[in-house]
């Protein structure tokens, strides 16, 4: 069997980010610059190291006006690194009123 016969959209219901329905919006490694600020003796100015994350943006509902939306961070690096945020519409106002976003 080539990968050319594999249909990769049953490949893709197994994966857990869609199990309860929400749909993949985005999904791509980006280059993250990681910085290790345990120790309180260092300076902000040094530079961290590259790793490539990958982001995944998830939306429940409809593209345009989702009832949530889902935000997951992983690397291949750290297999223990898992990031996972969902926001819906009463997160979002939260959020917006915090960072003087309206």
Known sequence: MSLSQI???????????VAEGHKVLY??????EIRNQA??????N???SLEAIRVKILVMGEERNPLT???ELTSEND???HFNH???EHGFRSVSID???C
């Open 86 to 88: 969902n926001l819906d």
């Open 79 to 81: 297999l223990f690194f």
């Open 46 to 48: 040094e530079v961290g």
């Open 27 to 32: 999904d791509r490694e980006v280059p993250f």
């Open 7 to 17: 249909d990769f959209n049953t490949v893709e219901d197994f994966d857990p980010s």
């Open 99 to 101: 960072c003087s976003m």
């Open 69 to 71: 939306l889902r935000i």
């Open 39 to 44: 120790d309180a003796g260092t300076r902000d």
